[in-house]
């Protein structure tokens, strides 16, 4: 028999994760969890300080107490719980380059730890893509290295860290995102490995992650033709159900990556991709990183209502979603209970995280250009700046000006972004001590003819990479694995000497 059309508008409201407007929660979102919303997603947007965040959970958690309150907090260059300094953590790729399992679990335990204690209770991470092809504009150093193996064992125990700090672990982009050149914000990324590339490289940090307990998937809005030639795999019953549920035995929740992601919403609409995705077997749909309105979360409701009316949507596959994302919700009640007393979020940040950040740097130089670190005298820092992708966020700030300056007082710092470069980029330096600072220095045409320019003129300068260090140049190039204020104040203290 079948729900009358209210239950069936709850139903459809607990599969719905949206985002929000502002700093407390809005009285649309407050009337929805009474109603049926059973999860909500932050965003920088929504954080100021760790008082505020716990404030806004709290008033969430009035009207629902076992809300879900999710976020996108990598504790890497993806930040939002410090969005406004960059992440007192380094990320996934400097955790790889130490390759130190438990380094990695005491890292995610530590996060996992402040997120309990400003009451978050899933988290979007971590990043289990294999960054395969270093042109990737999307993943890069949110990926924790481009071995499977490495990748696996740490994406394993970077969800054990989580979950032991209370908060469900969200593995992402499944069934892998790092072997393409498209970034699913814009458009339909093409995986075109067969299945014996896919089974070796791709799944095989999903299958740690499922081995490790991970309470939730998150798809990625990715066509490949090797599991489904037509659907892409948050669309696709093949991919969710054959692969994830069946095959790697999958009990938890299939989150979708945001739904008005151009991948899908431009080919099946906002409305249609949802709809899709939950009679693929998605569990809870993400919105609201750029649709943040009840229109918005409105409009897919009715959607989801319509469809099963309609029959487009099966109404036991829409009970057993909504069953799911309410089983986590009695996961993240029962692990919060288990939880000891919070103080919250730490305003000075993460100490083993900066241990980590310094654990990540790699130097490389000749044994004579060695000798020019430490820097005795105030620095000319040049930071190149690429265009962010829409995952990182342009709030977030970065490089090692600052820091460096905090501890070499009078270095002076320039920053250029691609139309920017002067001719000669480090014509006010002087004799001062250059530190060029590059990001992804190998996807930049741009950063590195003008990074040429520069060294051409100060071959003693210091070559300092925050991403991918694909491309070494420079008698001397630091590695940092990663852009967070964490990576920073570790490279800082090496130039000086002080770590």
Sequence with gaps: MSLPAGNLAALAAAVLQPGFVGVTPPPWVCRWLGEGLGSVVLFARNVVDPEQVAALTAALRAERPD???????????????????????????????????ELTEAVARDLGADLAGLGITLNYAPDADVNSNPANPVIGVRSFGADPELVARHTAAWVRGLQTGGVAACAKHFPGHGDTRVDSHHDLPLITGGRDRLDGTELAPFRAAVAAGVQAVMTGHLLVPALDPELPATLSSRILGGLLRDELGFCGVVVTDAVEMRAVADRYGFAGATVRALAAGADAICIGGERA???????????????????????????????????????????????????GHRADGSHVGLVAARRALRITATPAAARR??????????????????????????????????????TVTHRYAEAEVPADPIAGAGARPVVLVVRDLHRHDWMHDAVSRALAARPDAVVVELGVPELVTGAVHVATHGATRASARATAELLVGAA
């Design 67 to 101: 809300i879900i309150v999710a976020i996108d907090e990598e504790a890497g260059d993806v930040t939002r719980i410090e969005s406004g300094r960059g992440s007192s953590r380094p990320g996934n790729f400097a955790l790889g380059a130490v390759d130190d399992p």
């Design 293 to 343: 309105d009840e229109a918005a979360a409105q409009e897919l409701r009715d959607a989801i209502v319509a469809a099963v009316i309609a029959g487009e949507l099966p109404e036991e596959r829409l009970a057993e979603a909504a069953k799911r994302v309410g089983q986590l919700a009695a996961w993240s009640v029962a692990a919060r209970a288990e939880l000891p007393g919070r103080a």
């Design 373 to 410: 670190i430490p820097l005795t005298t105030p620095a000319y820092v040049v930071e190149f700046e690429p265009p962010r992708n829409i995952a990182i966020g342009a709030e977030t700030p970065w490089g090692i000006g600052a820091p460096l300056t905090d501890l070499l007082p009078g």
